[in-house]
């Protein structure tokens, strides 16, 4: 049996600063695999380094792509309509599906600047029909990630795990998944939920909460106060066995790990998620 160490990665946001070598030679040092960001690939360069990543034998979980809302998101505001965001999603579905070999994609709603949910809503449920056949096509499933109740109506329109289901039931897909972020669902009202996922969910993302300073800033896992040893034991209790993500934003805040020892970042993240794993009763 794969034991925890091994499904645990880092999401290259973590080490915003770092190029994608540093972070591959970084997280392969600390014995991590790596959740990828579009963003640290080159337009005009990307074919090469998804050749020279293939190629480095690091395990590969997912992909958060440049453009990952149906809607406009407050990180990305065009463009605005969604066909055309979809465009550009099946387009990265289609750059990476060669590195994802049956990994995900991420993606959330985006928002309606006029606070008008249901048109979010009705444009996600079509435009996810259509990408959970397009990337089901190319052997890449599609996470979907409720986010904390401070970006709705910002990033998304659905801030829980229950909302969630709802489109998951409409979108009602084996391609499409769920994501479960314990920083976004740290509160226990909010932790229980993960409980309900069952077999839908495809992906796991670890970090701390203290109340923040910024839209983006989060902690390294252990170091505040999510209960993260009961987070994990309720995932493990679903029988999930994929892999576990550490994500870190650190934008527009002082003292930003994004400004530290990244190094040392990685490896007190990796430390406190090991301790919270050994809490929770997972094997070495």
Known sequence: MTSFADRLQISEITTKPWSLEQDVASYRRHGLGIEL???????????????????????????????????????????????????LMCRTVDRFAKLLKGG????????DPTGNEDAVWKASVEAYKRLADYAAERNVRVAFEPLGASLMNRSTTIPNIRI??????????????????????????????????????????????????????????????????DFLDRVRNLGYTGPYVIELFSEGVPNSLWEQDLDSVVERSKRGVLQAAARAGFSA
């Open 164 to 229: 969630a289901l709802q489109l998951l039931e409409q979108i009602n897909h084996p391609n499409f998944g769920l994501c479960a972020d314990s920083y976004n669902l740290w509160e226990s009202s909010a932790l229980h939920q993960v409980s309900l996922c069952g077999d839908q969910l495809f992906l796991v993302h670890l970090a701390d909460w203290k109340r923040p300073r910024s839209f983006h800033h989060r902690f390294i896992p252990g170091e505040r106060v999510v209960p993260l040893h």
């Open 104 to 111: 995900l994609i991420l993606t959330n709603t985006g928002a």
């Open 37 to 87: 960001w579009e963003s640290k690939f080159s337009e005009t360069d990307y074919d090469r380094q998804i050749s020279w990543i293939d190629e480095q034998g690091i395990s590969i979980s997912s992909l958060q792509p440049r453009v990952m809302t149906v809607c406009a998101s407050m990180s990305v505001l065009e463009p605005k309509d969604p066909k055309e965001r979809l465009r």
